[in-house]
């Protein structure tokens, strides 16, 4: 019967219409995200912990430490910068934490634990950056070299005990007991002025730097760039290239007060496979590297120790 089927294909034509519109309106709703839950774009993101320690990972201190966090700030990101720090190793960790800042943004928190003078009269502190970032650490020099880049905004002694563990502090582990749960607590509320008293003056480490002469360059040898084994300086690369050396040259060093000749690269494999090389790093500082080798292992080299280079085209002298 044709009126029985008109009324079908139009009951059928009715049910395709109502779908549309209900899916429509699904995903109307499913595209206004709540803040601060998962999925498309927030207004309130999550806030960011970025941890460093000389811990190691052969034990469950690490993991103790971001179950602290977490258990303060479940919707903590949790990042890491390194846990081989080496042991009490504050210029280390200081370098660390100058050259990683720079690429997180403002409102970032930072637990950092390099803290050889734990449980002593060392004061436990949280700073304030002028780039807007945050730094939850012990008071021995660690934030020295971000604060001379970055400046500082504001110190306070962390003296808050309700930010603290609620569990009588130990004298050994003030990653577990103070920094983490502080970290967090700053991460969740961002109230800065709730940590404690504000301090007028931190405790600095002294910088070291390259010294330029007529002579040449003389540096220092900082730490290695694992797993590789290429020596990190504190030789500046643009005050190297002011000796006059282009590349390819062989350029005339001492390390350690050892005489050495290296070729002066862009990048590794610009010498052959298991020879050395001096090239300027991703850092912008001179490097000492083995291409697909570990200059350390090979050559005996470990820091801290010292550096030299000449000008170009005069003798080599030991210093």
């Known amino acids: 019967m044709p009126g029985k089927d008109v009324r079908v294909r139009d009951f059928r034509l009715v049910l395709v219409l109502a779908s549309a519109l209900f899916l429509a309106a699904g ?44 258990g303060i700030a479940p919707e903590a990101r949790i990042m890491d910068i390194t846990h081989q720090v080496t042991p009490y190793s504050i210029e280390e960790g200081a370098r660390f934490l100058h050259d990683v800042t720079p690429y997180y943004p403002s409102g970032t928190v930072f637990v ?24 939850v650490l012990p008071d021995n020099g660690l934030i020295t070299p971000v604060i001379d880049r ?88 643009d005050e190297f290239k002011k000796l006059a050396y282009r590349l390819g040259d062989k350029v005339p060093l001492l390390i350690n007060k050892n005489p050495v000749t290296l070729p002066y690269a862009k990048t590794f494999m610009e010498v052959p496979v298991g020879e050395p090389l001096l090239y300027v790093d991703s850092r912008g500082h001179v490097g000492i590297a083995v291409n697909q080798g570990n200059y350390s292992k090979q050559f005996n080299v470990t820091p801290p120790g010292s550096i030299f280079i000449p000008r170009k085209g005069l003798p080599l002298k030991t210093q």
């Open 112 to 135: 950092v634990v390099v803290d050889p003078g734990v449980g002593t009269s060392r004061k436990a502190i949280a700073v304030k950056s002028k780039k807007g970032q945050y730094f």
């Open 27 to 70: 995903c109307g709703r499913s595209g206004s995200v709540t803040p601060g839950v998962g999925g498309g774009d927030s207004s309130a993101p999550h806030p960011t912990i970025v941890f460093m320690t000389d811990f190691g990972v052969a034990n469950d201190a690490v993991a103790i430490c971001k179950a602290v966090m977490l």
């Open 150 to 237: 970055d400046g500082l905004e504001s110190a306070r002694e962390i003296t808050n005990t309700d930010w603290m563990i609620q569990a009588p502090i130990s004298s050994t582990f003030h990653g577990r007991d103070i920094f983490s749960p502080v970290g967090a607590h700053l991460a969740a509320s961002g109230d800065f002025s709730l940590v404690g008293p504000e301090l007028s003056q931190l405790v600095r480490l002294t910088p070291k730097t390259a010294v330029i002469s007529d002579k040449g360059i003389s540096g220092d040898i900082l730490g290695l760039d694992d797993p590789f084994g290429s020596l990190i300086t504190d030789i500046p690369g």
